[in-house]
């Protein structure tokens, strides 16, 4: 049971929460990539497809090492595994910058030991901070993961100015030391709250102390029941859509509106707003109206839009309607981490919270295969973009269908077991 209990001798959870964006931010760098794509090809002769497998190899890595991250946190604690992220994430991009004509060195580096970074280091403020803000679950979730989509606001510019300055290579290794030093520092004041512990004053809301009274699952007893995987399913097809958009961004803007290759550009740069004010205003929403109703309006609301886009051949409208959809694509990020705690409970989350990340990879390959195969035989995205819609429409069963396991919660006053 949650006791009210001081912060005496406890750190301040705000500062707590600023080094988890601080991590979130240097993490989030990795949707940047697309600023190396062109120089790499250009500099070595890779394929664009052989510079995007570094981007794919790193957020396939990222879901399955969020899992273990969830995992190793139950023994060691935050702290540990996030400066574990901090090398291997640091290291993994500084090292890319050996690669010279090898692009399996690319791979191997960014892709996949970056890749074991990221996800270490994206689990531990969540997991973290959930703990201690029982009051804003989602609020905070949204806060933590809007670093992550805006980090490549911040890192995009910085390294093509670096690009033209030292050649995409030394780049990487520049940006590898800032990366470890940010990570690092973030982490470094990560901890767990005392058992039982919850704000001084704070008087929970009838739904609040309901969620408080649930037990914590553990991550087999969250498997036993049908809810982890409806909640996997959900963000699996929430990211399908935003990540269908974010891979074919300019080419889409060109061939819908009409606008030459840097006006779709600048498209780019104004999604990836959307994705991180999505990651924090729709989690903040959720605490006010609930997380079903925050999916089943996301997936309802991108339905439409994605069924209208085709025929929005203003790039201003086209634009606007992307930004939307990509703020939903955030939202799914920023909201789900508390939806999983409102269901198992906050003391298991980073291990079941962690492995339904791998929805995150899964769809990171099956969104852009979809829309760029479906483009490639019609030759149009028209029809790639009504079969995202119907997606979307079917999606939205989930959110109606979906409730906590009532059936296994502890009585009030009951100790939580793990």
């Known amino acids: 049971m949650l006791q009210d209990t001081t912060n005496e001798g406890l750190p301040n959870r705000w500062l707590l929460a600023g080094g988890g964006v601080l991590m979130q931010l240097a993490l989030g760098a990795v949707y940047a990539w697309s600023v190396f794509r062109i120089p790499l090809s250009k500099t070595f002769g ?18 399955f090492a969020a899992f273990v991250g969830g995992l190793w946190m139950r023994k060691v604690g935050p702290r540990v595994v996030g400066i574990t992220a901090a090398v291997c994430y640091g290291l993994g991009v500084g090292l890319s910058g050996l690669a010279g004509g090898n692009i399996w060195i690319l791979w191997l580096s960014y892709g996949i030991l970056g890749g074991i970074g990221l996800g270490l280091g994206y689990i531990v403020p969540l997991a973290t901070l959930v703990r201690w803000f029982p009051d804003r679950r989602g609020f905070i979730t949204g806060l933590a993961v809007a670093g992550f989509g805006g980090g ?54 009838a739904k609040q102390q309901e969620q408080l009274e649930a037990r ?5 007893e969250a498997l ?23 891979s074919q961004a300019s080419p889409m803007a060109q061939e819908i509106s009409g606008v030459n290759a840097g006006i779709a550009a600048g498209m780019v740069g104004l999604i990836s707003i959307g994705n991180g004010i999505g990651r924090l205003l729709w989690a903040w929403f959720s605490d006010a109206i609930g997380r079903r109703n925050v999916f089943l309006i996301m997936f309802l609301l991108q339905a439409v839009l994605f069924f209208i886009l085709p025929s929005q051949h203003e790039f201003t409208m086209l634009a606007t309607i992307c930004f939307v959809v990509i703020s939903c694509y955030g939202g799914g990020f920023g909201t789900m981490p508390a939806f999983a705690a409102d269901f198992f409970g906050p ?37 790639a973009l009504i079969v995202i819609a119907l997606i979307m429409l079917v999606s939205s069963v989930l959110p109606l269908i979906v409730r906590a396991h009532r059936a296994e919660r502890q009585p009030v006053g009951a100790g939580a077991r793990g």
């Not at 497809?49 to 396939?60: E, G, K």
């Open 347 to 383: 003391k298991w989350v980073g291990s079941i919270y962690g492995l339904m990340l791998t929805a995150w990879g899964f769809a990171g390959v099956f969104g852009p295969l979809l829309v760029a195969g479906i483009r490639q035989s019609t030759g149009k995205y028209d029809h």
């Open 224 to 246: 036993s029941t049908w809810q982890w995987y409806a909640l996997w399913a959900m963000l699996f097809l929430n990211v399908t859509a935003g990540i269908s958009i974010i």
């Open 216 to 220: 914590d699952y553990t991550l087999k």
């Open 46 to 63: 890779w394929s664009i497809q052989d510079v995007t497998w570094a981007f794919s190899l790193a957020i396939l890595a990222l879901g």
């Open 152 to 205: 490549a606001l911040i890192t995009a510019p910085v390294a093509q100015q670096l690009i033209v300055s030292f050649g995409p290579l030394k780049t990487l290794a520049i940006l590898g030391v800032a990366y470890f030093v940010m990570v690092l520092l973030g982490s470094s004041i990560m901890r767990n709250p005392p058992e039982g512990w919850r704000p001084k004053g704070w008087q929970p809301s």
